[in-house]
């Protein structure tokens, strides 16, 4: 079974300053994977995707991530937040059609 | 274009009491999800329904809960009786998949109904 392990429950960062939030993936072949966004009381928003394409991915506001199969990892990354980017953020992993999700990263965004 | 709908958005009732999920997923899309998410974590699937047949309720707890997608449109998720560890939020998702599963699309999500059992 896939899983994907998210290492960091809440990531605090100051408004301009960059954004990293830290995936890992267990999978026998090589996956699909995800990066959806929850604001409060909003539904699951796709931010990016990775299908065996570019190792680099870039997704919706800013936000890219990169598959790096020797580390099993699969970062996300923004180069300056913003204040709307405060939200849970997980990372998913593809298994048939169905989507595993890890247990979520917690952006906080301070001015 | 309309996104997935759900009602109620929230749902408060007592234990050992009925309730009921109602979801309305995109227009043309033959793959409907129904996911449940604790407090803290990520969703976990529950059933999965492509066009009007489930074809994946390995999570799904049927003592208690039942799920129905006639004509395989719309879809309905029930918790009957209710109990204090169902408090969660209950998100629908659709997506269109090719025969088999052998490509999809991406997972639209609805806004989710809380459901808070006292």
């Known amino acids: 079974a896939q899983s994907v392990t998210q290492l960091d429950s809440h990531v605090s960062v100051s408004e301009g300053t960059p954004v990293l939030l830290r995936c890992n993936y267990s999978s026998s072949y090589s996956p699909s994977l995800f990066w959806y966004v929850q604001h409060p009381n909003k539904g699951l928003q796709l931010l990016l995707k990775y299908t065996s394409a570019a190792t680099l991915v870039k997704g919706i506001n800013g936000f890219e991530a990169e598959f790096k199969k020797s580390e099993t990892s699969f970062h996300l990354t923004k180069p300056s937040a913003h204040m709307s980017d405060a939200a849970e953020y997980f990372c998913v992993v593809r298994e048939g059609t169905a989507l595993i999700f890890g247990k979520g990263t917690t952006l906080s965004v301070s001015s | 274009e309309a996104g997935v709908v759900q009602s109620p958005r929230y749902k408060i009732i007592e234990k050992k009491q009925p309730v009921a999920f109602w979801c309305n997923p995109i227009?043309?899309?033959?793959?409907l999800y129904w996911y449940r998410q604790n407090l803290g974590q990520g969703p976990e699937l529950l059933i999965r329904?492509?066009?009007?047949?489930?074809?994946?309720d390995s999570q799904l707890p049927k003592d208690r809960f039942s799920a129905e997608r006639l004509k395989g449109v719309d879809s309905t998720l029930k918790i009957q009786p209710a109990e204090l560890g169902d408090s969660a939020v209950y998100l629908c998702a659709s997506s269109l998949v090719g025969a088999s599963g052998r490509w999809a699309y991406e997972q639209y999500f609805g806004p989710g109904t809380r459901l808070t059992v006292t």
């Open positions: 329904y492509e066009n009007e047949e489930a074809v994946d």
């Open positions: 227009s043309g899309h033959n793959t």
